[in-house]
């Protein structure tokens, strides 16, 4: 294919893996830029000397480009940002924050900078700070989400009546089916989450894999919007939170609540009761644990027969 996506960052398909924390290490990234789509190493979860690591061991696991996701509320952020310079890394993507703090700044330095959006108005934001496409979110997606749930349907032709710049749609796609749905609404391309969270190359602990392959649809729901709103399964960690909101708690309780390492607990270490389980609405439809190329490969395939077949509806 040969779209402003795929001219943007040099890749063959316009397919991005999204950062995720604790499931996108050089493995899951590297497997996904050599199958043609464009990979992304998740900060979000790792110290700076780990990132640094995964970002060598990314550069000799592949050859094509790939990318480091920044989630803007990280503690150590000057830190990240300085060793993805100093590792000439030539694609980030920036999520949860200002796309004004960084964008000039990574700009400056020759990077391709894309920030993830959840609104018009905030697409509108990126597009001013000057980064060169946006990731559009809908609610339906897994992990941290906009509080006005506003659906990736209607979120992708809003934001492309708005912009000028490329638009990535992310948020309830897993299929070829759902990334021609996204493009015909006006994506130039699609972010993938949960559908390869559920790969073998994914670092999320098997459990986890496991759990997502037997989600269906209403098993998962948007909470902690007090916080910072996440879509989460409905274990006994939800359900815990669900009772907590019945006493019309204060922030700081759910924060007492929350704890630290939740995320890592229920993604990484595979505690399906007290993790955090971050997935999309899309896992009912991830039936099978399969490596990354499959997942890229089945997507193309289906994209590709569905196009030539949708002029008979
Ligand atoms: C387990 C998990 C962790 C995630 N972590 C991050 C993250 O660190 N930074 C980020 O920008 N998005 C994160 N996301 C969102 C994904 O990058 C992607 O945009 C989203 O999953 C797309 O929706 P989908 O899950 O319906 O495919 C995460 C998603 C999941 C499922």
């Known amino acids: 294919m040969n779209n402003k996506i795929t001219q943007l960052f040099n890749i063959k ?3 991005i893996q999204g950062g995720m924390v604790w499931v996108s290490g050089y493995k899951l990234a590297s497997a996904v830029s050599n199958a043609g789509g464009l990979g992304l190493i998740g900060a979000g979860s790792m110290y700076p000397d780990v990132l640094r690591e995964h970002i060598q061991k990314c ?6 480009p790939f990318g480091v996701n920044v989630p803007m509320l990280y503690p150590q952020i000057e ?5 993805i310079v100093e590792e000439e890394v030539k694609i980030v993507f920036t999520s949860a924050g200002n796309p004004k703090t960084w964008t000039s700044f990574l700009k400056e330095k020759g990077i391709t900078v894309v920030h993830v959006v959840s609104s018009v108005k905030f697409a509108l934001k990126a597009e001013a700070a000057g980064v060169d496409a946006i990731v559009c979110e809908g609610f339906e997606a897994g992990g941290h989400n906009g509080r006005e749930e506003t659906t990736t349907f209607t979120l992708i032709p809003m934001v ?5 710049i490329p638009v990535i749609a992310a948020g309830g796609i897993a299929t070829g089916k759902g990334m021609l749905a996204a493009m015909v609404l006006g994506a130039d391309g699609v972010q ?3 559908r390869f969270a559920a790969t073998e190359e994914s670092s999320a602990h098997i459990n986890f894999k496991n759990i997502i392959v037997d989600v269906k649809d209403g098993d998962t729901h948007l909470t902690l919007k007090e916080l910072a709103p996440v879509r ?5 960690f939800y359900q815990e939170v669900q009772e907590l909101y019945q006493q019309n708690p204060t922030k700081e309780q759910l924060i007492a609540l929350l704890g630290r390492a939740r995320a890592k607990k229920g993604i990484f270490e595979g505690d399906l009761e007290n993790g955090e389980l971050e997935i999309g609405q899309i896992a009912g439809l991830i039936h099978e644990i399969k490596s990354a190329k499959q997942v890229l490969e089945e997507v193309i395939g289906e994209f590709n027969a569905v196009k030539t077949t949708v002029n008979q509806l």
Not at 59 to 64: E, L, M, Q, Y
Not at 232 to 236: G, T, Y
């Open 13 to 15: 398909y316009p397919i």
């Open 59 to 64: 550069k000799k696991a592949t050859d094509k």
């Open 79 to 83: 830190e990240i940002m300085n060793i």
């Open 160 to 164: 492309k009546e708005a912009v000028k």
């Open 192 to 194: 993938i989450g949960s």
């Open 232 to 236: 989460l399964i409905k274990n006994k």
